[in-house]
Each structure stands twice: as structure tokens, then as C-alpha cells.
């Protein structure tokens, strides 16, 4: 075909799009309480208030300031290489324990688990003794951050899984853009809460990461009561238990006035848990019988990947457009602070303007992929991230003003707010419904294998190779293009799933699997 007619065929696809557009449009849009009330949605949005806040404080900003600061003396490598390692562990466990989920048919209880493990830990970052040299408190709260943020990776998936429970094909990216949107205010309140621990009260930043522990916690636990997937369940009493296990074990490490706030808590929990009865997790059998059963299904279900259209070559691509994006969110407050020189305060103002950039444009994308779908929409964000990364370099590497590198956490927040709002109803669309829970761990799991990718490359490109932090950048453009180009191949039309991967079907179970009882 000579580039004319391309040219031509192209225009002509893009004019069916844009009536198609248009028609879709004009349609009445499905409400967004068809399947759950705007209470329980709402419930399950402080969720993702909850863990941005633990992402943006821990993650993205004030752990890695901590690790390269002059007191403790880390450098790139060192934060890099712990991310290495905490996304490795979820690279290697995600199908798995997203399968156990299916097993047991429910996702909550899982997400508390992993909730508590990480806000317990989290709790913990800074944590030092008398007598211990930089270098050990370094360490040691490097290994704290890989358990912490191993169990904030893995409570993602059950989290995105639980978009089926609260939602309908026709209003589930409107949901997830409220998820999204009311997520984003997360990190509003962690920046806003951080600066003022730091800058107006003085306090260290092991105050920050406790600060940040409790607020995940609050802000979780009405995802935990409201959501249910089941009227009938009831996992209060145990986890409540469970629960003050942790909270009794960090009171015993910290010291000052929250050592005390954490034993009362601890106390109130157990209280909680008396006299009611619990729901047992797994409706039939052990859990080993459950993971038997589980890996029974997980080897099933991959032997049939290639059979479900699109979601192997959605999952490739995922791996490489996540990869670029999570990796320069990870970097972005030492890359600003070590080229720019920003403070604290910069900083906190750098990050605040890309969370409002975040939730204005989370609940406009959310609104877009139930009009377009989410493989325009995806298109688009990807787009916003090429400008972003474009922008960081050039203002390097070209030598532009200076004041240009702040219009970049405008771009990266739509992108951001854009990417989660597209990218998982795309893979809802693409899932069959009987396993959602599993192949949200694979989902999960080439998420956080692209970065391990990314951390590395990072570690190698700036202090291995010393070729600075705009060329790790650059890398990352590069990354996201290939993305893209893999993306291509993937539509969002919906899928008929056959009744045996509905998720209601009842299937014989296989022998050491755990059957649903009715």
C-alpha cells in the first residue's frame, strides 16, 4: 500500500471513530449504582486514598529522600536495588496467591491481610538502636521497605480485583475513575501531611512513615466493613485478632507517646473481637488443600492463556508501559532533587501539583473509556507520558529554562490519573470472569517483573555506567514506545465468555481442590 492510500485509510478509520464517538455519546449512560450503593463505592475508593497515600509518602517522595540524604548516606543504587528485590517477591508470588483468592472465592480478606502486614511494617522504616552505624540503619530499613512494600504490591491485587464486586461492564470505568480521582486526594493528604511533620514541626522522617501507617490504616478500614462480596461474610473477629498481634509487636519496637497509642489500639481490637463469630476463610477444607487446588488451577489456566484474544499480548505490553511509567514515579523526587536542587518544600509543592493534575483528569478519563473504550483512552495517556519524559530531558540535556521542568508534574499527573482509569477495565475486558482473581496476579505479576526491570536499569544507567539520570529517562521513552507498538495488536471489543468461565459456574472440583458449598 503506497503512503497515500495509508495516509487515506487512516483518515477514514479516524472519521468511523469519531462518529462512532459521537453516536456512543449521546447514548444514557448506565448509573454507577446499578450494582453497588454509592456508600459501599465510596468505601471502596478510601481504599485507594488509603494505600496512594502509603505510595506517594513511602514509594514515590520521602523514603527515597531519606536513603540518599546526607545522615544516612545511600545513593541511587541502594533504594533501586530494594525495589529490585520487593518487586521480585511479587513477581514470583502474584499468580499464586491471586489464585488462592479464587479458591476461596473471596478477595477482603486477603486485602486486610496484606493491609495490616504493610502498614506494620511501614511503621517500622527509620527504626535504629543505639550504637548502630549508618550503614546498619540503612540496611535494615532497606529490608523493612522490601517487606512493606511487598505487601502494599501484593494488596493490589485483590484491591483490582474487587472493581468486579462494585461494578457492571457499563459503568466500571466511571467506578474505577472515581477509585482513581478519590485515590489522588491520598496524595494530597500524605504530601501535605509530611510537610508539615517536617517543615513546620521539625519532626524526623521516621515520624513521616509512622504518620503514614496510620493514615493507611484509617482510611482502609471502611473499604473493609462497607465492601462486601457476600452479605453473609464475616472475617471482623479473626483479622481484629490478627490485628492487634501487630499492633501489640510495634508498640514493642517504638518508643514515645505512639508506643502507647498502639497498645490501646491493640487493646480495642481484641475487645472487638469477642463474641461474634467469624467466616471461615476457605468453604471447604484446609488451606492446604487450597493451595493444592491452587496450583492445580494456576497450571490449567496458563496451559489456556492463548485461547482468551488479546490478554497474552495486553499482558506483554503492560509489562513494558508500566515499567517506563512506575519507574520515573519511583526516581522522580531524586531525580528533581539531585539535577534541580529542590528542598523539601519544593518538592512537597513539585508533587502536589501532579496529584491535582491526578484527580481532575482521573474522573474526565474514567467518563472517556465508558464513551471510547479503553484502548483509545490507553492510547492517549501513553502519549501524555511520551511528552513528560521529553520534557524531563530536554530541560537537561538542551539546556531549557529551568522553570519548564514544573509544568512536568502537570503532564505526569493526567497521565498517571489516565493509565490506571484505562488500564484496568482493559483488563477486565479481556478476563474471563471464572478466574479474575488469578490473572489479576498475572496482571500484577508482569507489572511489578517490568519494575524490577526499571529500578535495575536505572541503578546500571546512573551509578554503574555513569551516564546521569536524563539518559535512565531517555531509556524509559524507549521503554514505553515498544509498549505501545505491542498494544496496537490488542482490541477492547467485550468478549462472550462460554458458561464454564462464567464466574457462577460450578464445576466438579478438581481432587485436592476446594469446591464452593451452597
Same mark, same amino acid.
Given at each position: 500500500?503506497?503512503?497515500?492510500?495509508?495516509?487515506?485509510?487512516?483518515t477514514?478509520e479516524?472519521?468511523?471513530?469519531?462518529?462512532d464517538?459521537?453516536?456512543?455519546r449521546?447514548?444514557?449512560?448506565?448509573?454507577?449504582?446499578t450494582?453497588a %450503593?454509592?456508600f459501599?463505592i465510596?468505601?471502596?475508593?478510601?481504599?485507594?486514598?488509603?494505600?496512594t497515600i502509603?505510595?506517594?509518602?513511602?514509594?514515590?517522595?520521602?523514603f527515597?529522600?531519606?536513603?540518599? %540524604?546526607?545522615?544516612i548516606?545511600?545513593?541511587?543504587?541502594?533504594?533501586?536495588y530494594? /525495589?529490585v528485590?520487593?518487586?521480585?517477591l511479587?513477581?514470583l508470588?502474584?499468580?499464586?496467591?491471586?489464585?488462592?483468592s479464587d479458591?476461596?472465592?473471596r478477595?477482603?480478606?486477603?486485602?486486610?491481610?496484606?493491609?495490616l502486614l504493610?502498614?506494620? *511494617?511501614t511503621a517500622?522504616?527509620g527504626?535504629?538502636k543505639?550504637g548502630?552505624s549508618?550503614?546498619?540503619?540503612?540496611?535494615?530499613?532497606?529490608?523493612?521497605?522490601?517487606?512493606a512494600?511487598?505487601?502494599?504490591?501484593?494488596? #493490589?491485587?485483590?484491591?483490582?480485583?474487587?472493581?468486579?464486586?462494585i461494578?457492571?461492564?457499563g /459503568?466500571?470505568?466511571?467506578i474505577?475513575?472515581?477509585?482513581?480521582?478519590v485515590?489522588?486526594?491520598?496524595?494530597?493528604?500524605?504530601?501535605?501531611s509530611a510537610?508539615?511533620?517536617?517543615t513546620f514541626?521539625?519532626?524526623?522522617?521516621?515520624?513521616?512513615?509512622?504518620a503514614?501507617?496510620m493514615?493507611?490504616?484509617?482510611f482502609?478500614?471502611?473499604?473493609?466493613?462497607?465492601?462486601?462480596?457476600?452479605?453473609?461474610d464475616n472475617?471482623w473477629?479473626? #483479622?481484629?485478632v490478627?490485628?492487634?498481634?501487630?499492633?501489640?509487636? /510495634?508498640?514493642?519496637?517504638?518508643?514515645?507517646?505512639?508506643?502507647?497509642i498502639?497498645?490501646?489500639s491493640?487493646?480495642?481490637?481484641?475487645i472487638?473481637?469477642?463474641?461474634?463469630?467469624?467466616?471461615?476463610? *476457605?468453604?471447604?477444607?484446609?488451606?492446604v488443600?487450597?493451595?493444592?487446588?491452587?496450583?492445580s488451577?494456576?497450571?490449567?489456566?496458563?496451559?489456556?492463556?492463548d485461547q482468551?484474544?488479546?490478554?497474552?499480548?495486553? #499482558?506483554?505490553?503492560?509489562?513494558?508501559?508500566?515499567?517506563?511509567?512506575n519507574?520515573?514515579?519511583?526516581?522522580a $523526587?531524586i531525580?528533581v532533587?539531585?539535577?534541580?536542587?529542590?528542598?523539601?518544600?519544593?518538592?512537597?509543592?513539585y508533587?502536589?501539583?501532579?496529584? *491535582?493534575s491526578s484527580?481532575?483528569?482521573?474522573?474526565?478519563?474514567?467518563?472517556?473509556?465508558?464513551?471510547i473504550?479503553p484502548?483509545i483512552?490507553? /492510547?492517549?495517556?501513553?502519549?501524555?507520558?511520551?511528552a513528560?519524559?521529553?520534557l524531563?530531558?530536554s530541560t537537561?540535556?538542551l539546556?531549557?529554562?529551568?522553570w519548564?521542568i514544573?509544568? $512536568?508534574?502537570f503532564?505526569?499527573?493526567?497521565?498517571v490519573?489516565g493509565?490506571?482509569?484505562?488500564?484496568?477495565?482493559?483488563?477486565?475486558?479481556l478476563t474471563?470472569?471464572?478466574?479474575?482473581?488469578q490473572?489479576?496476579?498475572l496482571?500484577?505479576?508482569?507489572?511489578?517483573?517490568?519494575t524490577?526491570?526499571g529500578?535495575l536499569?536505572?541503578?546500571?544507567?546512573?551509578?554503574?555506567?555513569?551516564f546521569?539520570?536524563?539518559?535512565?529517562?531517555?531509556f #524509559?521513552?524507549?521503554?514505553?514506545?515498544v509498549?505501545y507498538?505491542?498494544?496496537?495488536?490488542?482490541?477492547?471489543?467485550?468478549?462472550e465468555?462460554p458458561?464454564?468461565l462464567q464466574?457462577?459456574?460450578?464445576?466438579?472440583?478438581?481432587?485436592?481442590?476446594?469446591?464452593? %458449598?451452597?
Open positions: 500500500m503506497s503512503p497515500v492510500k495509508r495516509i487515506l485509510s487512516k477514514r479516524l472519521k468511523e471513530k469519531v462518529k464517538f459521537n453516536e456512543e449521546k447514548k444514557p449512560k448506565e448509573p454507577i449504582t450494582k %450503593s454509592k459501599s465510596f468505601s471502596w475508593a478510601f481504599y485507594d486514598l488509603g494505600n502509603f505510595s506517594v509518602v513511602i514509594v514515590s517522595v520521602y527515597s529522600l531519606w536513603v540518599v %540524604s546526607d545522615d548516606g545511600g545513593t541511587d543504587s541502594d533504594y533501586g530494594a /525495589n528485590a520487593s518487586m521480585a511479587v513477581f508470588t502474584a499468580p499464586i496467591i491471586g489464585a488462592l479458591q476461596a472465592r478477595r477482603m480478606p486477603f486485602l486486610f491481610l496484606t493491609t504493610c502498614v506494620a *511494617f517500622l522504616l527504626y535504629e543505639d548502630w549508618r550503614g546498619t540503619i540503612l540496611t535494615v530499613s532497606l529490608v523493612i521497605f522490601v517487606i512494600n511487598y505487601f502494599y504490591q501484593a494488596g #493490589l491485587i485483590f484491591y483490582d480485583s474487587t472493581l468486579a464486586t461494578s457492571t461492564p /459503568n466500571r470505568g466511571r474505577g475513575g472515581i477509585g482513581i480521582g485515590g489522588y486526594f491520598g496524595s494530597l493528604i500524605g504530601i501535605l510537610l508539615f511533620l517536617l514541626l521539625g519532626f524526623p522522617y521516621q515520624t513521616v512513615f509512622q503514614t501507617a493514615l493507611f490504616l484509617i482502609a478500614i471502611p473499604c473493609f466493613i462497607f465492601v462486601k462480596e457476600t452479605p453473609q472475617f473477629p479473626s #483479622l481484629m490478627l490485628m492487634a498481634i501487630l499492633l501489640g509487636l /510495634n508498640s514493642w519496637l517504638i518508643e514515645g507517646l505512639i508506643q502507647y498502639l497498645i490501646i491493640a487493646f480495642v481490637c481484641l472487638s473481637s469477642f463474641n461474634t463469630k467469624t467466616t471461615p476463610l *476457605f468453604r471447604e477444607g484446609s488451606i488443600d487450597a493451595v493444592s487446588g491452587t496450583f488451577q494456576l497450571k490449567a489456566t496458563l496451559s489456556m492463556l482468551f484474544p488479546g490478554l497474552s499480548r495486553f #499482558l506483554v505490553g503492560r509489562l513494558f508501559y508500566t515499567d517506563a511509567a519507574t520515573s514515579i519511583t526516581f $523526587a531525580y532533587t539531585k539535577e534541580f536542587g529542590m528542598t523539601d518544600t519544593q518538592i512537597g509543592i508533587t502536589m501539583i501532579g496529584v *491535582f484527580i481532575v483528569s482521573a474522573f474526565l478519563w474514567g467518563y472517556l473509556v465508558d464513551i473504550g484502548k483512552t490507553l /492510547n492517549m495517556v501513553l502519549w501524555v507520558w511520551f513528560t519524559f521529553s524531563l530531558i537537561v540535556w539546556g531549557l529554562p529551568t519548564m514544573w509544568i $512536568a508534574p503532564l505526569a499527573g493526567v497521565a490519573g493509565m490506571w482509569c484505562a488500564d484496568r477495565p482493559y483488563m477486565l475486558v474471563p470472569p471464572r478466574y479474575i482473581g490473572f489479576y496476579g496482571y500484577s505479576m508482569v507489572g511489578r517483573f517490568a524490577i526491570i529500578p536499569s536505572w541503578a546500571i544507567i546512573v551509578d554503574e555506567l555513569g546521569g539520570r536524563p539518559a535512565a529517562i531517555a #524509559l521513552f524507549f521503554v514505553m514506545a509498549g507498538v505491542i498494544l496496537q495488536g490488542v482490541d477492547d471489543n467485550p468478549r465468555w458458561p464454564e464466574a457462577d459456574y460450578e464445576p466438579e472440583p478438581p481432587r485436592g481442590a476446594i469446591g464452593r %458449598s451452597r
